[in-house]
């Protein structure tokens, strides 16, 4: 079985997995998103189709790209599928969860709780959405990662200035009802159907955001019945194999569904929960015909 990593370098989860490749004697070749090209139209003398070779392709980070090039991206993803390739996370997933609005939406329509989101373009109506939401926010980039980018707002000032700014430099406002905590979150790792592992995160001292690349510890936790669902039940709203899924628990004793993360990293989760999570990926490609 001949199997691609595509991503946009060789960072640690690249070379974790081809770590886990090599001890478990799996013939694997990375590809990088920025190299990609293709063809139509040519069926005496096709151009090279990279996946074609492949029995199934696993998907870590995109680089940066404007947004043609990101486009080409994912419709070469949807192409490689309908030759018969094998893309883990689907494409159709990766849009989905890199867009918040489009996961909240997936993660509501399935009942799922998720923080109570207002999305806008200007600031009039960002406005509004602060003050129905309580007047205490989280203002989150569209697409993000690792906590970058999060700003509380609770003061009607400083919301009217930031919202501006977002809209002067055409950005989308995203705002989430902020959540009071109990100072951690818990991440699980979902494969398939199954939870590989979790682990809580607690925020550093002064801090909200428990993001471990924003200094939050970690612990190995066993989940709940009710947990373990909870996060079975996002990764298979948002049709994403493997997932990482961040459960906030709220002081009132109710948890939510903050994000659902397609291309998850691992690598505090394998530290702290002693486990070789690429190679359990690998198994889980494997598996899967």
């Known amino acids: 079985m001949r199997l691609a990593i595509v991503s946009g370098g060789q960072g640690w989860h690249v070379q974790d997995l081809l770590r886990a490749a090599a001890e478990l004697s799996l013939r694997v070749d990375v590809l990088d998103f920025r190299s990609l090209h293709a063809g139509v139209g040519f069926p005496s003398a096709p151009p090279p189709r990279p996946l074609s070779q492949y029995q199934a392709a696993l998907i870590r980070t995109m680089p940066a790209g404007s947004l043609e090039q990101i486009i080409f991206r994912m419709d070469w993803l949807h192409a490689a599928m309908q030759t018969g390739v094998r893309v883990v996370n689907p494409p159709r997933t990766l849009e989905v969860c890199i867009d918040k609005y489009l996961t909240c939406v997936r993660l509501a329509t399935a009942g799922i709780p998720t923080p109570p989101t207002i999305v806008a373009q200007r600031t ?10 309580g007047g205490d926010v989280v203002v989150k980039p569209l697409f993000g990662a690792e906590g970058r980018g999060l700003q509380r707002l609770s003061d009607p000032e400083l919301a009217w200035r930031t919202f501006r700014i977002l809209e002067t430099t055409a950005q989308v406002i995203y705002l989430q009802k902020f959540i009071p905590h109990r100072g951690y979150d818990v991440r699980v790792f979902v494969l398939g159907n199954q939870i590989l592992a979790a682990m809580q995160r607690k925020a550093r001292t002064g801090e909200w955001r428990t993001n471990v690349a ?15 669902d909870l996060a079975r039940q996002a990764a298979y709203a948002l049709e994403c ?13 109710r948890w939510w569904v903050v994000e659902v993360n397609a291309v998850p990293g691992w690598k505090a989760l394998a530290t702290t929960c002693q486990i070789d999570v690429a190679k359990h990926v690998w198994h889980f490609l494997c598996s899967q015909r």
């Open 214 to 228: 924003q200094g939050g510890r970690t612990a190995p936790i066993q989940l709940d019945a009710h947990l373990a």
């Open 241 to 253: 194999p493997i997932a990482g899924v961040d459960l906030l628990p709220g002081q009132d004793g």
């Open 124 to 133: 009039e109506e960002a406005l509004r959405g602060f003050a129905e939401l």
